[in-house]
Every structure is written in C-alpha cells, then in structure tokens.
C-alpha cells in the first residue's frame, strides 16, 4: 500500500509563497497522473492543479497564475508552488497519484 506525504504546509500572511512536497519511499510520480486537491471546513474536496500522463498541465481558474506544480527530474517528489496566497487559499492540501492519496497538510492564510 503507498503512502504519499505531504509537507510544507503551514501558516503565512496574505501575499506570502509556500512549497507543498509529497513523496513516497520507491514511489515515482512519473508517466502518472499527479494532481493536488484542497479541501476547506464543510466543502467538498476540489482540484487544484494536475499533470496528466502526456505532461500537460492544468490549473483551477482559482490559482492559475498563482501556483505551479511540477515534479522533481527523478519524478521522486511533486511539488505546489503557491504564490501570492490569499485567505482564501486556506485549507488542507492533498497529493494524488494512480489513486493514491496523501493523508493532507494544513495551510493557512493569515495576518
């Protein structure tokens, strides 16, 4: 069973950039389709950002311009970038891969 792990979630100030990370031990994100969700209290989690297995790249109309995503050269570790973050942008982020889910970190957008 993989468990993807997330990290580097946290709290910022509005306008401020955070770098969510997710990784598993031998597990390559690789010709997968790699996406990552958020989820905020009482909503349904939503998609955010994906790389699909031919490579392109795809954001919500939310975060387009704001945040990329993108994977390591070894395909090890998937990466969101997320810049000039909003409270808005607060919620629990998750990684998923070929039906794999991380278990969520915790970003929150305030002064």
């Known amino acids: 069973q993989v468990q993807l792990v997330e990290s580097g979630g946290g709290l910022v100030q509005p306008g401020g950039s955070l770098r969510l990370s997710c990784a598993a031990p031998?597990?390559?994100?690789?010709?997968?389709?790699v996406r990552w969700y958020r989820q905020l209290p009482g909503k349904e989690r939503g998609w955010v950002a994906r790389i699909s297995r031919n490579g392109r790249v795809d954001y919500a109309p939310l975060v387009k311009g704001r945040f990329a995503i993108s994977t390591d050269d070894g395909g090890s570790t998937l990466y969101l970038q997320m810049n000039n973050l909003r409270p808005e942008d607060s919620a629990v982020y998750y990684c998923?891969?070929?039906?794999?889910w991380g278990q969520g970190t915790q970003v929150t957008i305030a002064s």
């Open positions: 031998e597990f390559t994100f690789a010709n997968k389709d």
């Open positions: 998923y891969a070929s039906e794999h």
